[in-house]
C-alpha cells in the first residue's frame, strides 16, 4: 500500500517553483521530453525530468496549476537508522518520524511549505477472523462505539470530538462577531488538524482491538451519508460528515496494512433495534430501552451490537464487485438488492429471540447457523 507523509521543510524554494513553473509552461507549448531543452532555466535535471513527463506526455493539460517539485526514488537518499532523508539535487535534509518500515520510497513532491513523501509499506496477510467487532460512528458522544458479541465487551472511543468541535465553535462565533475572516480560516483549518490527529487515534485504537481479538471490522455502509436519517440531524450540532468518512478511510487503511478484514452492513435501524431481540425499541438520548424483552443498553452500545450480528452487505475485500454486479443496467441504488438481502436479516432476528442454545445476552454468530439448521430440519 502507498501511503503520503507530510514534512514541513522550512526552506524557501519559491526560486525553484517559479523555474519549475516555467519549464512546465514551456512543455505544455512545445512537448519537448528532452531535458537539453529546459537546461537554460536552471532547474536540476532530475526535477526537470519530472515536470516534462507529466506536462509534456499529456497533452490534455492547458494550464500549470498547483505545481510542485517532483524528486523520483533514485533521487532520493534514506536512512533509516537516522530517520533522515536526503536529497542531493536540493541539498535538503528532512527528519522523519513516520513508520520506518517502508520497502521503497517512491517519490517526493516539495511545495511552499511541505515535503509529501510517499512510500510503499508491505501489507501483512488477512487474518481468518473469529470473531466480527460492531463499529458504531457517532456525531455526538463518543466518536466510535466498539463492540464484541462474543465477549459482550464494549469499548467507547474518542470522546474528546465533541468538547473540541463545541470549543472551536465558540471561538468561531467570537471571532466571526469580530469580523476576523482570516482568522478565522485559520482557526478552520486547525479544528480539522486536531479532528484528523483524533481521528488516527481512534482508528488506531479500534483496528488494535481487532488484531488483539482477531476478529474482523463491521461498519456501517454510509456512502450515502447526506441521505441517511440516522445522522442529519446531529451533524447540525455535532461532527460533519467530511470527519465521519475521513475515520472510515482510516480505519480502512490501517486494517488492510495489519491483515484485519473489513465488512459493510445496512445502516437502517441500527440505533433503534434491540439487539437482543431484533424488535424496534425506544431510543432516548443516548439510552435505549426495548418494550419486547426489557433489555436496557447504552445506545451506541446497543447500536455496535447490532452492527456486530448483521449480516454484511458484501463479503469482504471483494465488495466493489458484487457493488458493480448489482449495478448493472441501473445508475440507481440498487433498491431491491438491498431489500433481498435483509430477508435473511429478519429470519436471524427471530432466530436470535428463540435461541436457548447459549445462556449470553446476544447469541453467537456460530450459533445462529447450527439453530437456523435446527429449527428447519
Ligand atoms: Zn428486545
Known sequence: MILTFKIKHNRDFSNELKKAKQIAEFAVRTHTLSSKDVKHFGLKSIIANQILKKYSRNRKIKNVKNLKLTIPNQGILVNKEKQEIYIPSLKLT??????????????????????????????????????????????????????????????????QAEHIHMKYKEIRRKIQKAKKFRLLNKIKNRENKVIRDLNHKVSRKIVDIAIQHNAGIKLEKLDGIRNNRKHTKSFNYGLNSWSFYQLQKFIEYKAKLDGIPITYVEPRNTSKECSRCGDIGIREGKSFKCLTCGHVDH???????????????????????????????????????????????????????????????????????????????
Open 299 to 377: 445506545a451506541d452500545a446497543n447500536a455496535s451490537f447490532n452492527i456486530a450480528l448483521r449480516q454484511p452487505l458484501v463479503e469482504g475485500i471483494g465488495q466493489l464487485h458484487a457493488d458493480r454486479d448489482a449495478c448493472k443496467g441501473s445508475t440507481d441504488t440498487p433498491e431491491g438488492q438491498l431489500r433481498e438481502r435483509r430477508r435473511p436479516q429478519n429470519l436471524r432476528a427471530s432466530a436470535r429471540r428463540a435461541c436457548q442454545r447459549c445462556n449470553s445476552r446476544i447469541i453467537y454468530i456460530s450459533h445462529f447457523d447450527q439453530y437456523i439448521a435446527g429449527r428447519l430440519f
Open 94 to 159: 528532512l527528519q522523519f518520524s513516520f513508520r520506518n518500515d517502508f520497502e521503497k520510497m517512491n517519490q517526493i513532491e516539495i511545495d511552499e511549505q511541505y515535503a509529501h513523501v510517499s512510500v510503499t509499506i508491505p501489507e501483512k496477510p488477512v487474518i481468518e477472523p473469529q470473531t466480527w467487532l460492531g463499529v458504531d460512528r457517532n456525531a455526538t458522544g463518543h466518536i466510535a462505539v466498539v463492540a464484541n458479541p462474543q465477549t459482550g465487551k464494549v469499548w467507547k472511543i474518542g470522546k
